[in-house]
């Protein structure tokens, strides 16, 4: 059985930091990316920041600056690094992780974790 173990989270204050990972039991072989979206409610699930087998990071517009995404040696946990907190931050961030395994393409998420900011 799949498992994808996410932590982190928590509540902060405007202007705090916080950071998450995740951890997925996939083989590395076949990965292509690991990465964070975030979702708050009655609005469309999100892209925060992925990074692909190679290295190549993407980020959300409005998260350009402040969050770092990166990836251990052994590229199954995924970090996101969040600083410069806003309000506006505030949301359920999902851990997603995509590739191939058995000939078959695998789209993964996680349970989702709180992440709170206030003013």
């Known amino acids: 059985q799949v498992r994808l173990e996410e932590s982190g989270g928590g509540s902060v204050q405007a202007g705090g930091s916080l950071g998450l990972s995740c951890t997925t039991s996939?083989?590395?072989?076949?990965?292509?990316?690991m990465g964070w979206f975030r979702q708050t409610p009655g609005k469309e699930r999100e892209l925060v920041a992925t990074?692909?087998?190679?290295?190549?990071?993407t980020y959300g517009d409005s998260v350009k600056g402040r969050f770092t995404i990166s990836r251990d040696t052994n590229k199954i946990t995924v970090y996101l690094q969040m600083n410069s907190l806003r309000p506006e931050d505030t949301a359920v961030y999902y851990c997603?992780?995509?590739?191939?395994?058995?000939?078959?393409?695998?789209?993964?998420w996680g349970q989702g974790t709180q992440v709170t900011v206030s003013s």
């Open positions: 990074v692909s087998s190679g290295g190549s990071t």
């Open positions: 997603n992780v995509r590739g191939f395994a058995n000939r078959r393409q695998y789209d993964d």
């Open positions: 996939r083989d590395i072989l076949g990965l292509v990316a």
